[in-house]
């Protein structure tokens, strides 16, 4: 099982702050990887497919990078409704995996 | 737009059977794969495994004795089938619907909250 790990696990930032999170997959995964946003009480919505794909209407200070086994989701100029956990997803081998979460809190 | 419902009990005893369906807005089954996540309160996401339009199905290994899925296209329904409940099957259950042919979800549905408890 490829196992993901965010970091960090939690940060409390202010708005307009750029906010950067991890993702490190235990195996190569090339580029599929996704991120996903959850607010509290929502379902989880797809920002970034294969990487660095920004997935239609997502705003565009959310951006993807990486390839091979590190990933960052980068959040230019924090607003206060990206408050939310963020977790990212790999779609490269079964059993298919989420990270731990990532919360952004706003200060 | 593709819109999911997903209904079940709500709440279920332990060693029961789980049965969960998810509605599909007319127009949106087609050539997609189905993936049912969980998530526990104040938890993670889990992959519980998916199907594709066909029937063919990959489970997580962690549930894939107890667990299977079916589509019905005639009824634009997707089910999940989880035996043998114990408490740590409480969570909320999505149904999700990925794009084109890939695996991961695009598309979520509401989420309905199962607990096991006697």
């Known amino acids: 099982e490829i196992v993901l790990t965010q970091s960090p696990d939690f940060q409390s930032v202010t708005p307009k702050e750029k906010v950067t999170i991890t993702c490190r997959a235990s195996?190569?995964?090339?580029?599929?990887l996704h991120w996903y946003q959850q607010k509290p009480g929502q379902s989880p919505r797809l920002l970034v497919k294969f990487a660095s794909q920004s997935f239609p209407g997502v705003p565009s200070r959310f951006s993807g990078r990486g390839s091979g086994t590190e990933f960052t989701l980068t959040i230019n100029s924090l607003e206060t409704e990206d408050a939310a956990t963020y977790y990212c997803h790999q779609s490269a081998r079964t059993p298919l995996t989420f990270g731990g979460g990532s919360r952004v809190e706003i200060k | 737009q593709v819109q999911l419902l997903e209904s079940g009990p709500g709440l279920v005893k332990p060693s029961d059977t789980l049965s969960l369906t998810c509605n599909v807005s007319r127009d949106s089954m087609g050539y997609f794969y189905w993936t049912w996540i969980r998530q526990p309160p104040g938890g993670g996401l889990e992959w519980v495994g998916y199907?594709?339009?066909?029937?063919?199905?990959n489970y997580n290994p962690s549930l894939e004795s107890r667990v299977s899925m079916s589509v019905d296209t005639s009824k634009n329904q997707v089910s999940l089938r989880l035996t043998s409940l114990t408490a740590a099957d409480t969570a909320i259950y999505y149904c999700?619907?990925?794009?084109?042919?890939?695996?991961?979800?695009?598309?979520w549905g509401q989420g309905t909250l199962v607990t096991v408890s006697s």
């Open positions: 999700a619907r990925g794009q084109n042919t890939g695996t991961f979800p695009v598309f």
């Open positions: 199907i594709f339009y066909d029937g063919s199905a």
């Open positions: 195996l190569y995964i090339g580029t599929n």
